[in-house]
């Protein structure tokens, strides 16, 4: 017998799954030999301290919206869903191509998602987990059959190129899913989200919004960087991810023993490394691919998903277990059944 949950995705009215997953990274690899050229570090270090190799870069004319539309239409049509069938649209970043109109409206439109309400949704680089959250609601209620989920970021954007203990980690990508209807017993089955906003100020990016906007007097070019505390975020990072996949395991009455596969966040190899003991998973049950594309926050654990199913990492009925965490501080969480998408047999 199952134990009942408060707040248990058990309780849905319709089991809610993924239907189909795509991803898209710019062309340019910049790799750490590249980034050894104009910052004082060495791919020693970072290899060392991160295990990234390399990461994306967007080209000067690509913006958010561009990776998230690949990124959506990759989705798409592994769900065999057509644009105009979306009911909404919801995409997860930090980095948006401007404060308006949102990301996720520059989407629809050139998705030609006729039908779809959309909105974007901004918890750094938790983003992309909320927003699978969020928009399972709206299928488990019954209200909405499609949702398209993107999370997607232009991280570079936000670099300070001098400043070696930030401009190393992170890279540009994206990636999406096709929430709808599953059969029972497959899908979310245990969810878990939290935020800490006392630790919030050792993640910032001060600049470009209502406190401290573009043209306020004092304001520097280094105000709108990425700034971090990185052994503050690190320790947090290495406490929360098992803890956040516990969690979310927890709340569909399920163990780290029946774990397939884990996707955390990519941000460092040691932070996965250090979840991986905690969840006490052999290496086999862990996905990582932060060593070619670093840290592209929104992008990151859709882009992780995606990859894993390109290499047949996951089957059908598979437990897999998402963790998103980041600047907020914030975490999220999700245990997923894999399969029983329609005419899946
Ligand atoms: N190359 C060479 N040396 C470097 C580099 C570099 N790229 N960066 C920092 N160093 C130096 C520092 O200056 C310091 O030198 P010092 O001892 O002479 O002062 C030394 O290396 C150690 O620096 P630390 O910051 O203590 O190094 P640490 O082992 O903590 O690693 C790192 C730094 C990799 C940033 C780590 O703290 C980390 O991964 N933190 C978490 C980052 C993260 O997960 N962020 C998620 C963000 S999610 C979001 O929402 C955006």
Redesign the pocket.
């Known amino acids: 017998m199952t134990t009942e949950h408060p707040n248990s995705p058990q309780g849905y009215k319709t089991p809610v799954g993924i239907l189909g997953v795509g991803h898209f990274v710019p062309d340019e690899v910049l790799t750490n030999a590249e980034l050894a050229k104009f910052v ?3 791919d020693e ?2 290899v060392g ?2 295990g990234i190799r390399a990461r994306r870069r967007a080209a000067p004319d690509q913006a958010t919206s561009d990776l998230a539309i690949e990124a959506g239409r990759r989705a798409l049509e592994a769900a065999g869903t057509r644009p105009e069938d979306l009911d909404l649209i919801i995409v997860a970043t930090m980095t948006p191509d401007c404060p308006m109109p949102a990301t996720s409206s520059i989407v629809q439109h050139k998705l030609g998602a006729t039908r779809a309400g959309g909105f974007d949704l901004n918890i ?2 938790s983003g992309f987990v909320y927003a699978l959250i969020t928009g399972a609601q709206f299928v488990a209620s019954g209200t909405y059959q499609r949702v398209l989920v993107i999370g997607a970021d232009c991280m570079t954007r936000l670099m300070n190129w001098k400043d ?2 930030t401009c ?2 992170f890279g540009d990508g994206a990636g999406a899913v096709v929430l709808g209807p599953v059969a029972s017993g497959y899908g979310m089955l245990g969810i878990h989200t939290g935020v800490n906003g006392a630790g919030g100020p050792s ?1 910032t990016v001060n600049a470009g919004g209502s406190r401290m906007p573009s043209w306020s007097e004092g304001v520097k070019p280094s105000d709108f960087y ?1 700034q ?1 505390e ?2 503050e ?2 320790r947090f ?1 290495v406490s929360v991810m098992g803890e956040a996949a516990l969690k979310a395991l927890d709340n569909g009455g399920l163990t780290p023993e029946q774990v397939s596969l884990f996707i955390p966040h990519q ?2 190899a ?2 996965i490394e250090a979840s991986r003991k905690r969840l006490n998973l052999p290496p086999a049950r862990v996905f990582s691919n932060v060593e070619n594309y670093g ?1 592209t ?1 929104c992008g990151s654990v859709p882009l992780a998903l995606s990859e894993a199913l390109q290499q047949g990492r996951i089957q059908d009925r598979d437990l897999i277990v998402l963790v998103g ?3 907020g501080l914030s975490w999220a969480s999700a245990a997923i059944r894999w399969g029983g998408q329609p005419g899946s047999g």
């Open positions: 004082d570090t060495t270090w970072i301290r991160t750094a680089c070696r203990s190393v980690l993640l990425l971090m990185g052994p975020v690190f990072a941000a460092n040691r932070i840290n926050s965490f980041g600047g």
